[in-house]
T-cell receptor, first 111, second 116 residues
């Protein structure tokens, strides 16, 4: 079991739906990250939060909306997604000077 | 710009064989960090090692060993006496710092299959 917990593990949604991905860690890490990973590709960074503030947005479309309500929780709100958004979404966290620790990911399918 | 090249895409070995995964990186910065991550079929990226640019010491951890050579910009990973549980995708990555404002640049990954 990882120390970064992501829910749900799998999500199927239509293009008009609104859903959220959740990520939680209790390691006291103050940096949290969202990555998108397509099949047989490396992870691509989407967002970084540092001390609950958005510090990096890698020009991600506005249909993805991150939120960091507290130091342990990171959400990714999804709305009006496209079929090409189907992927594995990985959350990670880290101390400021330490390697990132990843969760199991959420496998998202857009119908 | 930073770049990580993992020229091998798929490797298949029989259990107990040794296998080396190659990683070549490019950066103009003198301070950087190199990483290896393992991704089993479950999806989680498992951190294996971090090495900073000022520490060229090789490292051994059980059946795993890493060879960092700045002269050839390589950070290779060897698994000794491979096991079926080693089957996974292995990513080499580079960052110019650590923490929230440092981005990981990943290689394309190497799919390792260990057959019984």
């Amino acid at each position: 079991d990882t120390e970064v917990t992501q829910t749900p593990k799998h999500l199927v949604m239509g293009m008009t739906n609104k859903k959220s991905l959740k990520c939680e860690q209790h390691m006291g890490h103050r940096a949290m990250y969202w990555y998108k990973q397509k099949a047989k590709k490396p992870p691509e960074l989407m967002f970084v939060y540092s001390y609950e503030k958005l510090s990096i947005n890698e020009s991600v479309p506005s249909r993805f909306s991150p939120e960091c309500p507290n130091s342990s929780l990171l959400n990714l709100h999804l709305h009006a997604l496209q079929p090409e958004d189907s992927a594995l979404y990985l959350c990670a966290s880290s101390h400021p000077a330490e390697p990132q620790h990843f969760g199991d990911g959420t496998r998202l399918s857009i119908l | 710009a930073q770049k990580v090249t993992q020229a091998q895409t798929e490797i298949s070995v029989v259990e107990k064989e040794d296998v080396t995964l190659d990683c070549v990186y490019e950066t103009r910065d003198t301070t950087y960090y190199l990483f290896w991550y393992k991704q089993p079929p479950s999806g989680e990226l498992v951190f294996l090692i971090r090495r900073n640019s000022f520490d060229e010491q090789n490292e051994i951890s059980g059946r795993y060993s890493w060879n960092f050579q700045k002269s050839t910009s390589s950070f290779n990973f060897t698994i000794t006496a491979s096991q079926v549980v080693d089957s996974a995708v292995y990513f080499c990555a580079l960052s110019l710092g650590v923490g929230a404002n440092s981005k990981l640049t990943f290689g394309k990954g190497i799919t390792l299959s260990v057959r019984p």
